[in-house]
C-alpha cells in the first residue's frame, strides 16, 4: 500500500493538517485544498481534494474526538476511518452496517468493521451515501489495511488500485496492530 498516514491533535486544522502532510511528503511547494461533494458539486463539505506543485494527490481524512487522521497516497484514491469502539457500540445496528453472511460479535470487531466499511466507502468517493450493508469487504478492488490506534479506537485505511473504480476484485487485509 502507498499510503502515508499522520495523526493530529481535533483541534487542528482540516486544511492545514492536509496541507502539512503533503508538504512533509512530497517537500515545500504550493498546496491547495478543498472539498468536493460529487453528488452536488458543493465546495462546502464531500470529499478532501489537495493539489501540491498543481498535480492532484489523493488524500482522506477522519475526525473522532480528540484524533484527527490523516492519508496521503501516491497511486489510487484513498480512504480512511477512525472510529471509538464504544461509540460504535452504543448506535450498533447490525441491519445497518453489516452485509449478508457478515459477522461481528464483539464491540472491537463492530468498530473494526464499521471503520473498514466507511474507509472504503470513502476511498470510493461516496461516504456513508451509500449503505454499508451493500459493501462486501472481499469484492474491494484495491487494499485493506488496519491502522495502529490509539487505545478505544480503532482505524482503518483503503486504497483502489489504480484506474478501478469498480467494486470487484479482492481486497487485501494486513493487521498492523
Keep these: 500500500m502507498s499510503v502515508d498516514l499522520a495523526w ?48 492532484s494527490v489523493p488524500v482522506s481524512l477522519s475526525r473522532c474526538r480528540p484524533h484527527l487522521l490523516t492519508a496521503v497516497g501516491t497511486a489510487g484514491p484513498v480512504g480512511v476511518d477512525v472510529e471509538s469502539v464504544a461509540a460504535v457500540g452504543r448506535g450498533w ?10 459477522r461481528a460479535d464483539t464491540p472491537e470487531d463492530r468498530g473494526m468493521l464499521w ?23 472481499a469484492d474491494f478492488p484495491g487494499e485493506l489495511d488496519d491502522v495502529p490506534a490509539p487505545p478505544g479506537y480503532v482505524a482503518a485505511v483503503a486504497e483502489l488500485r489504480e484506474g478501478r473504480e469498480g467494486r470487484s476484485g479482492t481486497a487485501t487485509r494486513r493487521t498492523a496492530r
Excluded: F, I, N, Q
Design 8 to 55: 493530529h491533535p481535533w483541534t487542528a486544522d482540516v486544511t492545514e493538517a492536509l496541507a502539512s502532510h503533503v508538504r512533509g511528503l512530497l517537500g515545500s511547494g504550493d498546496v491547495e485544498t478543498g472539498r468536493l461533494c460529487p453528488r452536488c458539486g458543493s465546495a462546502e463539505h464531500g470529499r478532501p481534494w489537495v493539489r501540491h506543485r498543481s498535480r
Design 115 to 137: 471503520a473498514r466499511k466507511e474507509a472504503v466507502l470513502k476511498a470510493y468517493a461516496v461516504g456513508l451515501a451509500d449503505p454499508m450493508c451493500r459493501l462486501v469487504l
Design 93 to 102: 445496528d447490525p441491519a445497518l452496517v453489516l452485509a449478508p453472511g457478515e
